[in-house]
């Protein structure tokens, strides 16, 4: 009997659109709090991405310098470069794809007759 009445009531959501306001949290997800701003996770790879590219390169630039293979004017110049690479390189990726997640401006199509 109480299935019944559960399937008569969600059949009444279907028709109606009753139960689509209210959506249910799923058990053991927890939500994020209310007010709360997401970094999308393709962003988040991407920026883990391009600063360990970058870390990596200056770990191989002192490892150089240690060596003996780079002098240590350049090791300067690479510890400087590499991150400002990194950021800059970061941040063209990043404005590209926040305009393709969001565009601001949608092509109009010629309308046919």
Sequence with gaps: RGD????????????TGAGSQQQQ?????????????????????????????????????????LVGCVSKDMTYVALVLYPLAAFCSWLLWVCCWMHQWHPLVYPIYPQEE
Excluded: K
Excluded at 4 to 15: D, Q, S, T, Y
Excluded at 28 to 49: K, Q, W, Y
């Design 25 to 65: 949290p799923q058990r053991g997800v927890p939500s994020p709090p209310r007010g709360s701003i997401m970094v999308p996770a393709p962003v988040m790879n991407g920026t883990v991405t391009f600063f360990s590219i970058a870390l990596v390169l200056m770990v191989a630039t002192v490892f150089g310098r």
């Design 4 to 15: 019944a009445g559960c399937g008569r009531l969600r059949a009444h959501e279907l028709v």
